[in-house]
């Protein structure tokens, strides 16, 4: 039982320190990137539907405060231009798009009488400004 118990230790602290590991390697950019996608999570479950729009919809404003505050951040790190040989100014436009998005989301939220489909339609539109500038930036290596 004991011996159980001390390799179930040393398992798990292996596991933590290859996450710790992980997590050295991450970009400037990608640790901003996994909290913008942490902030957006409670977004795309409030929008999902009308009982989780009931219940999630006015803490929607928040967390795209929290998203715009990271991505004004992520908008002046030079390197994911300079990577795919592209102008900052390209790179900050494409960010100033999703952060616009995700502002009229939160406007639109924040009115009283907006439905879930509306709210669900623009999600949609700010998400697209996500995999955009994906597409265009974000390359694996
Ligand atoms: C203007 C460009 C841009 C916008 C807009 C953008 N991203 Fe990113 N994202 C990147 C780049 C560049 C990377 C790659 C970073 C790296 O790994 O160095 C990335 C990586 C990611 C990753 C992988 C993180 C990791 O573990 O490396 C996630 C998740 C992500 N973005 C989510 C989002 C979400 C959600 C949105 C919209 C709310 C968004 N991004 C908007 C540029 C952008």
């Keep these: 039982m004991l011996r159980k118990f001390a390799c179930l230790a040393a398992v798990l602290v292996t596991m933590a ?8 390697d991450e970009s400037p950019t990608g640790k901003l990137m996994e909290k ?5 999570k409670p977004i795309q479950k409030a929008t999902r539907n009308a009982s989780e729009y009931a219940k999630g919809a006015s803490k929607i404003p928040d967390s795209v405060t929290e998203i715009v505050k990271l991505a004004k951040e992520a908008r002046d790190l030079k390197e994911p231009a300079e990577h795919v040989k592209k102008p900052l100014a390209e790179y900050q436009k494409s960010m ?7 502002e009229d989301l939160s406007k639109l939220v924040a009115k009283a009488g907006t439905k879930q489909q509306a709210a669900k339609e623009a999600y949609n539109t700010y998400y697209k400004t996500c ?8 390359k694996d290596e």
Excluded: R
Excluded at 96 to 102: H, P, Q, V, W
Excluded at 131 to 138: E, L, S
């Design 131 to 138: 995999t955009a500038c994906h597409d265009v930036f974000k």
């Design 36 to 40: 913008i996608n942490n902030a957006n």
């Design 17 to 24: 320190g290859f996450s710790f590991a992980a997590d050295d």
């Design 96 to 102: 100033d798009e999703m952060i616009k998005a995700a």
